[in-house]
């Protein structure tokens, strides 16, 4: 009786969603009022399903950015980022970028847990323990979450690994980098992260899982890598829900060696 009552308050002041988020399509069914987290994502069957790569994309086989002009690894990877693998869900673009903007920017902390989930399925190395790339503590009070918290705790509830935060500290803000080029962008990024002093890092001895929203350049993955394989990391790979949907030309020189296969 009590949660019959609860229900019907919920839906008069906070009524279901009964559009898609991303495409503003009907839903199939609204949502009771105090169901889970997944249930309350208001995203689509069809978008859900349009966020993933096309099969027959050509993939960087380390960074999973599109490749032009060949298959096998692109040329920005032709010596090897301080990252490993890269698993993303799709290419920054459609669907799939309007629902980064809502995770990153409109609040939609639930979709991130989702979209962290649906991304589980990507992962091929299971990590011991996952790491979300921070915010610096300026840019955090202004948003009032870490969106790649979210998207890790959707992850660790399908791979098993727990979240650690406060180990990779951001020691300076770095300002927007969507106007920066390539080589701005690893500049400003160099040294802007750190280990908490006092601290020996949960990912010391073990394999480590990053986990940001979107891969761009690299710069800001490769800067917090590095900081983690210099304080004892096991492995290091990379766990993102988009990549640039820009493709890189291919390259096959430079990586004999680099523990990959050809």
């Not at 859900?48 to 950015?65: K, N, Y």
Request: proline share 9%; glycine share 10%; aromatic share 6%.
């Amino acid at each position: 009786m009590l949660r019959t009552i609860i229900e019907g308050l919920v839906s008069i002041l906070w009524p279901p969603r009964s559009t898609c988020l991303t495409c503003d399509g009907p839903l199939a069914e609204p949502p009771p009022p105090l169901a889970t987290i997944a249930e309350t994502v208001p995203v689509c069957d069809a978008c859900w399903a349009a966020m993933p790569f096309d099969p027959e994309a050509r993939l960087c086989a380390i960074c999973s950015r599109p490749i032009a002009g060949g298959t096998g690894f692109c040329a920005e990877c032709a010596d090897p980022p301080p990252f490993g693998r890269v698993w993303a869900l799709g290419l920054h673009r459609g669907v799939l970028r309007t629902a980064v903007h809502h995770v990153k920017f409109r609040g939609r902390q639930a979709l991130g847990v989702a979209l962290g989930g649906y991304l589980a399925a990507r992962v091929q190395e299971p990590p011991e323990v996952i790491i979300p790339i921070p915010l610096h503590p300026s840019r955090q009070r202004d948003r009032g979450y870490n969106q790649a918290e979210r998207i890790a705790a959707g992850l660790a509830a399908q791979l098993g690994a727990p979240v650690v935060e406060g180990d990779l500290v951001r020691l300076r803000r770095t300002g927007e980098q969507t106007r920066r080029d390539r080589a701005e962008r690893w500049r400003n990024l160099a040294g802007a992260f750190g280990v908490r002093r006092g601290r020996i890092p949960a990912w010391a001895g073990r394999d480590a899982l990053l986990v940001d929203d979107v891969l761009t350049t690299g710069a800001t993955a490769a800067a917090a890598a590095a900081v983690l394989w210099a304080t004892g990391a096991r492995s290091v790979n990379l766990a993102v829900l988009a990549v640039s949907d820009k493709p890189i030309p291919a390259a096959r020189a430079g990586l004999a060696g680099s523990g990959y296969d050809l």
